[in-house]
């Protein structure tokens, strides 16, 4: 089974699953910075949990999924348009906004791919702009359920938002949790696209 075919076949499970969290600690991080009429966009928006908030709050934003399922939940969530593609074709250079919050889904992109992921998706974000990303600690490539899921050193992530030419502001774990009995620690990153 594919990443998107798993997403497709438990949108309704993962919606509920997902739509409960609570990131304040990570809103907390991310959104006093931004000017109140910033535009953010969420890549791999799921079920569109922080979209749903992030247009509560009155910012802008637009957001995308490649789970045709997600993307309907999201924005039924979230009363805004959710556009159905890979974070590779959406169309970045036709768009600006002055935020990307990726949270838990570039894990999804094959390391290989990962800095041209983000160099792509920085495109439309306006110098000075903020890209929130989390990823998981670990090692490798590591299938679950079905998808491809990446593991990165705190090294090897920084190296990556490096190379894709986005500055590091801010990094800092996020307590464990449990995930299919295995622990888990997700690393957090705000980086700046430079002036
Ligand atoms: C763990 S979920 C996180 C969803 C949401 N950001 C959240 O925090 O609840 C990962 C999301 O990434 C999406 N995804 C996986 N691969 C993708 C790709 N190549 N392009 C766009 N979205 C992708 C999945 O469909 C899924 O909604």
New binding site residues.
């Given amino acids: 089974m594919s ?2 075919n ?3 076949s438990c949108a309704r499970e ?1 919606a509920d699953a ?1 739509m409960g ?1 609570n ?1 304040d600690h990570v809103y907390q991080r991310f959104l006093p910075a931004l000017k109140p009429e910033a535009t953010i966009l ?9 979209m749903k908030l992030f247009t509560q709050l009155g910012f802008k934003v637009m957001g ?4 045709v399922e ?1 993307a309907k939940i999201a924005c039924h969530h979230s009363g805004q348009t959710v556009h159905v ?6 169309p970045a250079q036709q768009k600006r906004y002055d935020a990307v ?9 094959p390391r290989a791919e990962l800095v041209d ?1 983000m160099k792509h998706l920085s495109t439309g974000l306006v110098p000075g702009g903020r890209f929130y990303l ?1 990823l998981k600690v670990g090692e490798g490539c590591r299938p679950t359920r079905g ?2 899921e990446e593991r990165y050193s705190p090294e090897e992530a920084k190296e990556a938002i490096a190379s894709a030419g986005l500055g590091l502001s801010e990094f800092w774990y996020t307590g464990a949790r449990q995930d299919n009995l295995e622990p888990v620690t997700w690393m957090n990153f705000i980086a700046i696209k430079p002036a």
Wanted: glycine residues 8%; aromatic residues 16%; negative net charge.
């Fill in positions: 990443t998107v798993y997403y497709e993962y997902s969290a990131l969420d890549a791999g928006c799921g079920a569109g949990r922080d995308f999924d490649k789970s997600l593609c890979s974070f590779m074709e959406f919050w990726a949270m838990a889904s570039l894990l999804h992109v992921t989390s998808t491809i």
